[in-house]
Nanobody
Framework: QVRLMESGGGQVQAGGSLRLSCLASGGDILKYALGWYRQAPGREREFVGA????????YYEDFAKGRFTIDRDNPKRTVYLQMNSLKTEDTAVYYC???????????????WGQGTQVTVSS
């Protein structure tokens, strides 16, 4: 089973950008779609989006479309979440995930990272 470790979280002002990284160790990452969930204080965990093992297909939730981009570098075993035009409501812990398919709310998640905090201030 693949193990995931996020980095790149921090504090940014509204309108700014942040890029999260997630290193996958162990297992064959080419078997997995990689993606991101987030959980804001007092709210349920929600899916952000994911990218297929090949990198050719992506899926994003509506709130992420046009602002967030997921890409992956398989030789580096890393997936990225580029977040632009950040809003205060994007404040959350962001979790890297691995699963069998990019539509993870439907097909499930096999592995979770420990999460990285993103705080967007006004």
């Amino acid at each position: 089973q693949v193990r995931l470790m996020e980095s790149g979280g921090g504090q940014v002002q509204a309108g700014g950008s942040l890029r999260l990284s997630c290193l996958a160790s162990g297992g064959d990452i080419l078997k997995y779609a990689l993606g991101w969930y987030r959980q804001a204080p007092g709210r349920e965990r929600e899916f952000v989006g994911a990218i297929s093992w090949s990198g050719y297909s992506t899926y994003y939730e509506d709130f992420a479309k046009g602002r967030f981009t997921i890409d992956r570098d398989n030789p580096k075993r890393t997936v990225y979440l580029q977040m632009n035009s950040l809003k205060t409501e994007d404040t959350a812990v962001y979790y890297c995930v691995a699963g069998p398919n990019i539509v993870m709310p439907t097909t499930g998640v096999d592995s979770w990272g420990q999460g990285t905090q993103v705080t967007v201030s006004s």
